[in-house]
Nanobody, 124 residues
């Protein structure tokens, strides 16, 4: 079991930066792939970024590539999402997710555990 709690969301102007954190509890964090997803009201949850448990490799959605950076600190059981050059279209609720079965996927069904989400609002 992994419990996830996101923090760091808020209101920022376009072009600004935010860093989201996701604190995990549970022994399996270090052996879980971790992902960030986002969801606009009335729309499907979409993949943002993922980081591999084994080699730390990362993967990004095209919409955020070059602007967002996912990282993890296994000693702190925490995964981060550094968001730079934010745009109004990045406005969404951002969710942290854990893939304990290590499937290395971008689909929501591939993740077993989810946080409660944190709101990010980018004003123009």
């Amino acid at each position: 079991q992994v419990q996830l709690v996101e923090s760091g969301g808020g209101l920022v102007q376009a072009g600004g930066s935010l860093r989201l954190s996701c604190a995990a509890s549970g022994r399996s964090f270090s052996r879980s792939n971790m992902g960030w997803f986002r969801q606009l009201q009335g729309k499907e949850r979409e993949f943002v970024a993922a980081i591999n448990w084994s080699d730390g490799s990362t993967y990004y959605a095209d919409a955020v590539k070059g602007r967002f950076i996912i990282s993890r600190d296994n000693a702190k059981n925490t995964v981060y999402l550094q968001m730079n050059s934010l745009k109004p279209e990045d406005t969404a609720v951002y969710y942290c997710a854990a893939d304990g079965r290590r499937r290395w996927t971008v689909t929501t069904t591939g993740y077993d555990y989810w946080g409660q989400g944190t709101q990010v609002t980018v004003s123009s």
